[in-house]
């Protein structure tokens, strides 16, 4: 009964609310792992923590088949995280050297994601930090939507990447602006579509309801905790690793660790902003360029800690260096604040949180954790991140498919009482697992 919902945003944050509350209070029958689930992810350019969730998603459900516009992954990516899965992809996929500008057929992307057919799969499972959640789903379907972020170009941060994409009022920068408008309405209208929405973090179900209108129930991010090692014994030096997008504010830390050269800082990856960076390192900085897999690991695991400068939606680096025993020094604002038990606010420390996106917050930031280093143990950290495990994930999935479910039939039930119609929605229950209700 998703088509027939009340219009207004506070209207439906009302009813969401009233059906969590009185459905989440009951146990239901978990969903059947062999059902037939199509995945939809808007595009797969790389391997990062949005295709990490979609691996796992898949790992969870073995006939589950993906459905994104643009997928990019290499082979030995595919082998060892989506073995036997399927792919779909839009017909843009095969146009001529797409990996170099795929983004900027945003536009296009709204009309694509419709054009995928889900109709005969027992369930849908969107994966959204901006356009899956718009496919096109039956009415008696169940649609659970895990939310990355929405979509931040369109919202909140559409001033800053059109300033850094140097677009303002000419031409050029009125037809974008005109089509992220047009985005917006698009993303609007689609945002009540899913019968549950889960957000990554509390500041995404912050988003969520600010900019939807809805309710959220946060699942974290899936972190390969049992996978990575706890280093006890530290090396003397910093690292950052992230996306050099301009969001993630890495040039604070350099220009930071710049201005401190008795401070070893590593910089790990290297992408659109890195000419940019290096232009502001000092000799106490080293850049290492991209690093496999198991190198990364073992630069953030040798960490005395990681430095992040960003407003993250989650960031499953910082998980991942928690595991691996690395306290961070954070700005306290986005998944950071879900990650980090901060110093002076928990008994059991690890890490600093710092106010401001600024370089002399960051450089106090490191002060204080110097300071309080012996606060701090490699084994606090540990254990903060077993709260992210990969199996927690996975019984949480499940545990919002089912109370999906339940929310779906009670709308039909409140529909039928109100029309008389029959339910015919589809159910995809099978053995039984405990919930996992927050």
């Known amino acids: ?57 898949c790992k969870i459900f073995p006939r589950a088949e993906v459905f994104t516009l643009f997928d990019f992954l290499p082979k030995e990516i595919k082998e060892e995280y989506f073995p036997g899965v399927i792919f779909h992809v839009s017909g843009m996929n095969r146009l001529p050297f797409v990996e170099k500008y795929y983004r900027s057929l945003f536009f296009l992307c709204p ?41 931040r170009y369109a919202w909140d941060e559409q001033f800053s990447y059109l300033q850094q994409a140097r677009l303002g009022f000419g031409p050029k920068g009125l037809a974008f602006r005109y089509m992220l408008h047009r985005l917006r309405t698009w993303d609007t209208r689609t945002a009540h579509g899913p019968d ?12 969520i309801e600010r900019i939807y ?47 401190t050269p008795s401070r070893r800082l590593v910089v790990v990856g290297d992408e659109v902003q890195s000419r940019h960076l290096r232009s502001l390192a000092g000799p106490n900085i080293v850049f290492t360029g991209y690093l496999p897999r198991h190198e990364y690991i073992e630069k953030i695991a040798n960490a005395r800690a990681m430095v992040f400068a960003g407003c993250e939606d989650f960031g499953i680096t910082l998980a991942e260096a928690q595991a691996c025993g690395t306290p ?51 084994h606090a950290c540990r254990v903060n991140a077993t709260r992210f495990s990969e199996e927690r994930f996975d019984l949480a999935i499940l545990d919002a498919l089912g109370l999906a479910q339940s929310v779906q039939l009670a709308r039909a039930t409140e ?22 209700l927050q």
């Open 1 to 57: 009964m998703r088509h027939v919902r009340q219009p207004k945003a506070t209207t439906m944050v009302g009813r969401d609310a009233k059906h969590l509350r009185s459905i989440s209070k009951k146990p239901f029958a978990g969903i059947d792992r062999n059902a037939r689930i199509a995945v939809v992810h808007d595009w797969c350019p790389n391997f990062r923590g949005g295709e990490q969730v979609l691996a796992r998603i």
């Open 111 to 151: 009309f694509m994601i419709e054009q995928f057919d889900v109709t005969g799969y027992d369930a849908v499972i969107s994966s959204s930090a901006a356009f899956s959640r718009g496919v096109l789903t039956r009415p008696d379907q169940l649609h659970l939507c895990y939310v990355h972020s929405p979509v």
């Open 196 to 207: 549950l929405m889960l957000a990554n973090s509390n500041y995404v179900r912050s988003r």
């Open 213 to 259: 209108g809805r309710d959220a129930r946060v699942v974290h991010p899936p972190v390969a905790t049992e996978d990575l090692k706890l280093v006890v014994n530290k090396d003397d030096y910093y690292v950052t690793a992230a996306f050099h997008a301009p969001y993630k504010r890495t040039d604070l830390i350099i220009e930071a660790f710049s201005k």
């Open 328 to 378: 961070l020094i954070a700005f306290g604002r986005g998944g950071a604040r879900d990650i980090v038990r901060p110093l002076g606010e928990s008994a059991h420390p690890t890490g600093v949180l710092f106010d401001r996106q600024a370089i002399d917050s960051v450089a106090g930031a490191i002060d204080l954790f110097e300071k309080n280093a012996l606060s701090i143990t490699p």
């Open 415 to 436: 529909y039928n009482e109100l029309f008389g119609a029959e339910s015919s929605t589809r159910d995809i229950t099978g053995s039984v697992v405990e919930p996992i």
